[in-house]
């Protein structure tokens, strides 16, 4: 895609003529890439024979819209990018001293916006018609905002690529629900029982992978997250096997009020409101902002204090942390338990949220999502991570609501089968206008003067 | 060498200290002491193992044999060879830093040297439970650490830049934030790797300066291996010369300087004198050996950087396979054979060429 063209033509062409030459390579090329990919098609006609449909109006249309793309691309958008580089560039001083209202206060406005969002939605949307929003979206991102933000202990702060971070998700599932089906144990008791459950395993994963670094950490991790889940498959008399568990109990407001119709302290009931589903889930979505905010916080106050700190010069140099007194062994032991543990937090709030857990949620693709969140976040940045997971499950979610889609494309185009091509789009395009992430640059954890973010080319991804 | 009234007048004792990969000795038997309150240099050519000294020393390396001993200034004493890696630093307050630079180059100057005050902060931070919940202890111990850290960045000329990342420093500021790190620890013994390596005089100065005043005003002795001569006898108290792997001289950096075994080392000797010596010594062996020049492939050559490289990569470099130090190559040796040849007479020559029991001055290089 990359514009070369020597500066002898730039000045016998006018940008709309180059605009014009241009647009007819990058039609040329997309018809050579797509005559047999979109213009051709085969198919099974009645009588089970393969036929060749040929989409030639199809073919045009992508064709024309590539070319089209480029002529406006080369003609109109890129002098309008570079006035407004030179304009930029004219006045420095006035764009790099004040930034955004939004930018400045970006962290109290995302805070506002979560505590609010449910009732926005409510009062947009009533009780019923809040229930997709608020279960959907607000609770599917936020649960994996908390994924991310425990992963980002490891592999933000600590620098220790691992890949099967989906294990402690599951034993936090898990250990909710078991114990609680069996022995109908309060979520409150095993929440923190579940959390430390997965910190366990994580102290047990992290033995054998110590002396382990870089791609060889990753694969380990990576057969911890299967073997974790192939357990789960295979240990029916305990685990029921791919059947999952059913049944699991919901969550109960403190024990004061529960959120079963039939229980005689139904919230409704108690407080002598309508029935609805949509309390639980509003409760749900304000347990696990509060789980978040929790991560958040540790996440903070940790970095704060010496152990953060070690882990992040673990990051930065191992050899050089040893020299210093450090100990190795227990600094990357407690970041893989820490990071385990919310976890826990997000898997046992999980089976709470869905009533039903099998080892069908815990495949190594979400791990990778996990992954990509953090790395698309910016390592180490709470922030940006946070926006990474609104961009990628928000947006994996509303392709559901695309339905204008269908118009466009037929009726049977269904844009979710179009999710992992998006996903890797999406990345693609990031990667490319931030290699860093969305938030590039590390906040230093103390200063003497003024706190000045670290630049991301100074910072290391750590080896493992 | 041994003989010392008080132990507790050395700091560092090391004793017979070997260190061997597979075959490769890259220390023979090496005993030296460093004096407390002493800046005491190890110097050497490239390859003669003052960078493995310093490993085994600093716990990154465990040594074949010997006895490295440390004794504190309360009296108590460590055996470094046993003690872990991480706790060299922390119980023996030995300090190091690196030949290649070893910041933590995307953290501040700061955060440096905080992340170097890590055990007391650990403390005060009643392993990070107080912490966490934010109890006034840990915010008193954190104030302190960051005035110790500025008072460090002050003498190092650096708290201009202190919330700058590492990474954005000039070198020879860099290698300055390095001791200044080091110094965080509260070390008693200060081992520092190449100091001055890549720094300009100006640079130079200013660090002999730094190290004078570290030596003057904390009490820390300091352990120094260096090539840059100026410094090394400017500000060094004492120095030991390393060759292959052993001891070739020890003493004032006066004696030092004119040590003929060590001008050999570092100069060399004329052909033409290795060769009468050689001939003197009835060795053809040795003559053939050195023709070729040092075995590159496997003896230490002119620059052994895999002994100076990461540390980690070395150990298991050459399993089973038996390295020795092509006989011809160290310069010391040949002084001496010089040296110890001479009075014998020249009829003697002729005859005793046969006898195979070459003349082995300071042997035991097998």
């Known amino acids: ?464 | 060498m041994s003989a010392s009234p008080s132990t507790n007048d050395f700091i560092l004792q090391v004793e017979h200290l070997s260190m061997k990969f597979g075959g490769l000795i890259a220390i023979g038997d090496l005993s030296f002491q460093a004096r407390r309150g002493e800046i005491t240099a190890l110097i050497g050519p490239n390859g003669a193992g003052k960078t493995t000294v310093f490993n085994c020393i600093t716990g990154f390396y465990k040594p074949s044999e010997g006895m490295i001993t440390l004794n504190r200034i309360d009296g108590s004493s460590y055996l470094l060879e046993r003690l872990p890696n991480h706790e060299i630093p922390a119980r023996a307050k030995v300090a190091r830093t690196f030949q290649n630079i070893r910041l933590f180059s995307g953290m501040t100057l700061l955060e440096n040297l905080l992340v170097a005050q890590h055990n007391k902060l650990m403390k005060a931070s009643g392993y990070t439970m107080l912490g966490l919940f934010g109890f006034s202890s840990y915010r008193k111990a954190s104030a302190e650490s960051i005035d110790l850290a500025k008072h460090w960045l002050e003498k190092a000329n650096l708290v201009d830049r202190a919330d700058d990342p590492a990474g954005d420093l000039p070198y020879g500021a860099q290698r300055r934030l390095e001791i200044a790190r080091a110094m965080c620890t509260g070390p008693e013994l200060l081992c520092l790797d190449e100091p001055a390596a890549g720094l300009n005089p100006k640079e130079s100065a200013a660090l002999n300066a730094l190290l004078m005043d570290i030596k003057n005003n904390t009490g820390t002795s300091i352990l120094l291996i260096e090539h840059d001569m100026s410094v090394v006898m400017q500000i060094s108290d004492h120095v030991v010369v390393l060759e292959y792997g052993r001891k070739i001289s020890d003493g004032s950096p006066q004696s030092v300087r004119t040590d003929p075994r060590v001008i050999a080392a570092y100069l060399g000797v004329d052909d033409e004198e290795v060769e009468t010596v050689l001939i003197e010594v009835g060795d053809e062996d040795v003559i053939e050996q050195l023709d070729t020049g040092p075995d590159a492939a496997h003896g230490p050559g002119t620059s052994s950087s895999f002994l100076a490289g990461p540390v980690t990569d070395t150990i298991g470099h050459s399993e089973g396979e038996r390295v020795t130090v092509s006989k011809g190559a160290s310069k010391a040796e040949q002084v001496d054979a010089k040296a110890n040849a001479a009075p014998r007479k020249p009829a003697e020559r002729a005859t005793a060429k046969p006898t195979g029991s070459t003349p082995k001055p300071r042997g035991g290089r097998k």
Request: hydrophobic share 55%; proline share 3%.
């Open chain 1, 1 to 464: 895609m990359a514009v070369t063209v020597s500066p002898e033509r730039d000045v016998v062409a006018t940008p709309v003529q180059r605009a014009f030459r241009e647009a007819l390579y990058a039609g040329a090329i997309a018809l050579g890439l797509f005559v047999l990919f979109i213009g051709l098609k085969t198919d099974q006609n009645i009588s089970n024979e393969l036929i060749l449909l040929q989409r030639w109006g199809l073919l045009a249309i992508v064709v024309i819209a590539t070319a089209v793309g480029r002529f406006v691309y080369v003609g109109y958008a890129q002098p309008a990018m570079e006035r407004a580089k030179a304009q930029k560039a004219a006045a420095p001083a006035a764009a790099a001293t004040a930034p955004g209202f939004v930018r400045r206060n970006f962290n109290q406005i995302g805070v506002a916006v979560l505590l609010l969002y449910p009732v926005v939605i409510v009062l947009m949307f009533g009780f019923q018609g809040s229930l997709k929003w608020v279960d959907n979206f607000g609770i599917q991102i936020l649960i994996y905002v908390m994924l991310a933000w425990g992963l980002n202990i490891v592999i933000g702060l600590a620098g220790l690529l691992d890949l099967g971070y989906v294990a402690f998700y599951a034993v936090g599932a898990y250990a909710y629900a078991l114990l609680g089906t069996h022995f109908g144990l309060s979520f409150w008791i095993l929440l923190p029982a579940a959390g430390l459950m997965a910190a366990f395993w994580g102290v047990m994963l992290g033995f054998p992978v110590l002396r382990l670094r870089g791609d060889y950490l990753a694969i380990v991790t990576l057969a911890f997250g299967e073997i974790i889940r192939l357990v789960l498959i295979n240990w029916r008399e305990v685990t029921n096997g791919s059947a999952g568990i059913s049944g699991i109990p919901k969550v109960t407001f403190f024990g004061l009020m529960s959120f079963n119709v039939s229980d005689p302290n139904y919230i409704a009931k108690v407080l002598g409101i309508a029935q609805s589903g949509a309390y639980y889930k509003i409760f749900l979505y304000y347990l696990i902002l509060g789980l978040c905010f929790l991560t958040a916080f540790v996440t903070i106050r940790l970095r704060r204090l010496p152990v953060g700190r070690a882990w992040e010069a673990l990051r930065e140099d191992e050899i050089a942390c040893r020299s210093l007194g450090i100990n190795t062994t227990t600094t990357k032991l407690t970041a893989f338990a820490t990071g385990a543990m919310f976890g826990g937090f997000a898997g046992s709030f999980f089976a709470a949220r869905q009533g039903f857990v099998s080892p069908e949620s815990f495949v190594f693709l979400e791990s990778a999502i996990i992954l990509a969140i953090v790395v698309l976040g910016g390592m180490g940045s709470l922030g940006g991570i946070a926006v990474a997971a609104l961009v990628m499950i928000g947006g994996t979610e509303i392709l559901r609501e695309l339905n204008f889609l269908k118009v466009v494309f037929g009726p049977d185009f269904t844009p979710e089968l179009y999710r992992m091509l998006l996903f890797g789009m999406a990345m693609v395009i990031v990667m490319l206008w931030k290699p860093r992430g969305f938030v590039g640059s590390r906040e230093p954890t103390a200063f003497l003067k003024e706190r000045k973010a670290v630049s991301g080319s100074f910072t290391k991804e750590g080896h493992g």
